[in-house]
Nanobody
Framework: VQLVESGGGLVQAGNSLRLSCTAS????????MGWYRQAPGKARELVAG???????FYTDTAKGRFTISRDNVKNALYLQMNNLKPEDTAMYYC?????????????WGQGTQVTVSS
């Protein structure tokens, strides 16, 4: 399975970005997918995920500001991020797992950088 993210960039606080992740390869093995982020000097953390039944899960970081969605026809995962804050600055990764869980992850994308200026 290959995952390719896009959509990151430099934005001012309060603005929005939409991240996209396209999956290819043995996609039939994918059950759950999620967005993760890693800021410099910090561990990678889950931001939001969608399980095999299509139900979204949001961490406190994402609740009320981010929306995750999945298009099984396009084999794509999206993250709409609104009202971005400087503390959202991080490398964002798309992750996919062969089980109905968000950890551990079996496949990672290369990441897309999100930088939010104040």
């Amino acid at each position: 399975v290959q995952l390719v993210e896009s959509g990151g960039g430099l934005v001012q606080a309060g603005n929005s970005l939409r991240l996209s992740c396209t999956a290819s390869g043995s996609i039939f093995s994918i059950v759950a997918m999620g967005w993760y982020r890693q800021a410099p000097g910090k561990a990678r953390e889950l931001v939001a995920g969608i399980n095999g039944g299509g139900s979204p899960f949001y961490t406190d970081t994402a609740k009320g500001r981010f929306t995750i969605s999945r298009d099984n026809v396009k084999n794509a995962l999206y993250l709409q991020m609104n009202n971005l804050k400087p503390e959202d600055t991080a490398m964002y990764y798309c992750g996919a797992g062969e089980g109905n869980y968000f950890y551990p992850i079996d496949y990672w994308g290369q990441g897309t950088q999100v930088t939010v200026s104040s």
